[in-house]
């Protein structure tokens, strides 16, 4: 079974458009995030949820908007897409316990912005 | 700059050869954690060292901690071309976040 799965695994758009990217785990874990990764490797996180709480948020333009239904999913959704966009973006998940130990990361969402 | 830089950013050996990886950073950690991230991949979790510790091993892979100089290393031990992926450190810095370096590219050239 796999443990974080994300949909979909690419997504190609045009520039302006309104897209969303879903995340799920069935590890039991109590926190997500959204990370991207650009194309020199850098891999740079974007929020964190906690028990469907907001912990973090990078500095990341308020066009990208998570929002995390349930401890297990935590969706992101992106409006008005800009070619600065174009990364892979990664879901994960770990179980927080007042600490952060071992994430678990999905297989990545390429996003290519036209 | 960021937190973690790996170093070499990229190196090439021979399978059978031992390859390592270090890891720089700026700020006083809890933990540091190495990550593999096989082409088209998601990161996967290898290894979590505390800021207390100073080695960890586990199977082929040796983890050091010098907290003293802030760096950490990684070795994989008799190479296979299986372990052609990149690297990251990844570091725990409070804030309920890990900060990740670049990431080291290993090439295992049969």
């Known amino acids: 079974d796999t443990a974080v799965s994300q949909t979909p695994k690419y997504l190609v758009t045009q520039m302006g458009n309104d897209k969303s990217i879903k995340c799920e785990q069935n590890l039991g874990h109590d926190t997500m995030y959204w990370y991207k990764q650009d194309s020199k490797k850098f891999l740079k996180i974007m929020f964190s949820y906690n028990n469907k709480e907001l912990i973090i948020n990078e500095t990341v333009p308020n066009r990208f908007s998570p929002k995390s239904p349930d401890k297990a999913h935590l969706n992101l959704h992106i409006n008005s897409l800009e070619l600065g966009d174009s990364a892979v973006y990664f879901c994960a998940s770990t179980n927080q316990g007042g600490g952060v130990y071992e994430q678990y990361f999905g297989p990545g969402t390429r996003l290519t912005v036209t | 700059s960021q937190q973690g830089e790996e170093d070499p950013q990229a190196l090439s050996i021979q399978e059978g050869e031992n390859a390592t990886m270090n890891c720089s950073y700026k700020?006083?950690?809890?933990?540091l954690q190495w990550y593999r991230q096989n082409s088209g991949r998601g990161l996967v979790h290898l290894i979590l060292i505390r800021s207390n510790e100073r080695e960890k091993h586990s199977g082929r892979l040796r983890v050091t901690l010098d907290t003293s100089k802030k760096s950490s290393s990684l070795l994989i031990t008799a190479s296979r071309a299986a372990d052609t992926a990149s690297y990251f450190c990844a570091t725990d810095v409070g804030a309920q976040k890990l900060v990740f370096g670049q990431g080291t590219r290993l090439t295992i050239n049969p």
């Open positions: 700020t006083s950690i809890n933990n």
